[in-house]
């Protein structure tokens, strides 16, 4: 009996880690923390490191559970997503608002102990993360949006090391928004027909698999060459275009493995090729930068 009320709380924590994906972190945090080393010109102080992590778990947890939140009745009528903790009532609304509140919470506090800049904007970051949910009710370009959410992570970072918005580091966030939307069109493949059906707005539905799959392909193809001009921009040597040229071939390799007519693999090309991507990224910018 006592073993059963102490495990209570540990699976409830698990049940909401699992709801907000947080494994799914490890898209932009790399990123952000490419930024501060760029920004830094080196390896930034803990204070900022730890506090961009921080901020970079909150507001995230607050998007993906506040997402979770608004799409709790989607998510219910369709089969792929009707497991989830909300639709299943294994988290309950409240649980789930007291969540966002609190992370929010955390990426403001976060905010506010790095810099005066950073805690001004922290209301705007937690608006347009936050207003992503809404998206599929009125654009089919929802998708970009979810790029500029997590697009914020490196210019936040660079906000972090120096307290300013540098220019290197908009480009850099534009790598990233149109990686994040290029990766969104592939997993957004697998609810073409639900999506018709329920009015939602996502390429794939409005335009159809082939061509969404075009502007994906495009996009990846322009972040490659932004991740480029980052480099140009910032002075980086021979190691850093490398980790480009592999990012380069990461995305051509994700793109191989969907089809207008095969998404059976979408999800292997979301998490997998997406996570190494984001990881191959700050481990040549990391030796670029410090040794």
């Not at 607050?62 to 989607?74: G, P, T």
């Not at 409240?94 to 790095?114: G, N, R």
Request: charged letters at 10%; a positive charge.
């Amino acid at each position: 009996m006592i073993s059963d009320i102490a495990s209570s709380p540990f699976r409830k924590v698990k049940i909401m880690m699992e709801m907000i994906k947080f494994e799914h972190t490890i898209f932009a945090l790399p990123f952000a923390m490419s930024s501060a080393l760029v920004a830094a010109k080196g390896m930034p102080t803990w204070h900022d490191i730890v506090l961009v992590l921080i901020a970079m778990v909150g507001a995230r947890s607050a998007a993906m559970a506040f997402n979770r939140i608004a799409d709790a009745k989607i998510d219910a009528l369709n089969p792929r997503t009707a497991s989830r903790a909300l639709p299943n009532g294994e988290i309950s609304l409240q649980s789930a608002w007291i969540f966002t509140i609190l992370s929010a919470a955390l990426l403001v506090l976060a905010a506010y102990e790095l810099n005066t800049l950073a805690f001004v904007l922290s209301p705007v970051a937690l608006a347009a993360i936050l207003g992503y949910s809404y998206t599929k009710r009125f654009t089919a370009f929802s998708h970009l949006w979810l790029g500029l959410c997590l697009g914020i992570a490196p210019v936040g970072a660079w906000i972090a090391v120096k307290g300013e918005i540098g220019f290197p580091s908009m480009a850099l966030s534009a790598a990233v928004i149109l990686w994040t939307a290029g990766f969104d069109i592939i997993y957004s493949l697998q609810d073409v027909d639900f999506d018709r059906k329920m009015g939602l707005f996502s390429l794939p539905s409005r335009i159809g698999p082939a061509g969404s799959l075009i502007i994906s392909r495009v996009f990846h193809a322009l972040m490659v060459a932004l991740l480029v001009w980052f480099g140009v921009l910032t002075g980086r040597g021979s190691i850093y275009y490398v980790g480009a040229a592999f990012v380069g071939v990461f995305l051509a390799y994700e793109q191989s493995l969907v089809s207008a007519h095969d998404i059976s693999r979408a999800n292997a090309a979301f998490f997998i090729m997406n996570g190494c991507v984001s990881i191959a990224m700050l481990a040549f910018v990391a030796v670029d930068v410090l040794f």
